[in-house]
């Protein structure tokens, strides 16, 4: 059965990469752990390439991906986006809903860039998943995930949601984009 490797050193995004792989497809996944570096940019597609750029210099095995994600909130005029995990980190969640206290307008989206290089070529799939930043702070999930509300839930965080975060994300869907071309490009050349 054909291989990919993907590079991450977040276990979190590698378990739900994994499981859309495991329920959508026989090409197996193959996790590289490792810490990327990644540039400072306002666009995940483009932290992605570069990332996967720096990564296919250590490592090559093929095909190989790497994936960039972050969530923009509409009225912080798409904060903390690229700086997701830094944010995270410092501020953390509590940081986000004090920033948000007086803000009625909600909006929010998550992005998931992946970017797979296959022979000499690099492909970008990315997707994004609208939803609402929430009042408060679920018990369940990794990440933004206990205070992001997806549109087509409009109650539960994704943390709440379990699995089923699994079924709708933003990664989900880059994944799924991910697997249907690796499939046309793998299965063909067999
Ligand atoms: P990066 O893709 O490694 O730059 O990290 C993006 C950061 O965005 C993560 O460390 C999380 O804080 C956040 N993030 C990305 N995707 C998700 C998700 O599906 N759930 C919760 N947080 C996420």
Redesign the pocket.
Known sequence: MPVVFFVTS?QHKFQEVNTIFTQHTSIQLKLIQKSII?IQSFDLEEIAFFSLEKCTQDFHERPIFV?????FIDQLNGFPGPF??YI?KTIGLKGILTLMQHVNNREAF?QSSIALKIDDCIEIFTERVKGKISRNISES?????PIFIPECDGIHS?GDLGPKKNSI???YLATLKLIRFLEDHLFEMN
């Not at 994936?67 to 969530?71: I, P, V």
């Not at 999930?141 to 995930?145: A, E």
């Open positions: 977040n990644e994936e960039d994600s972050g969530l997701s995990a995270f998550f999930g990794w990440g933004y995930d994704f994300s933003h990664r």
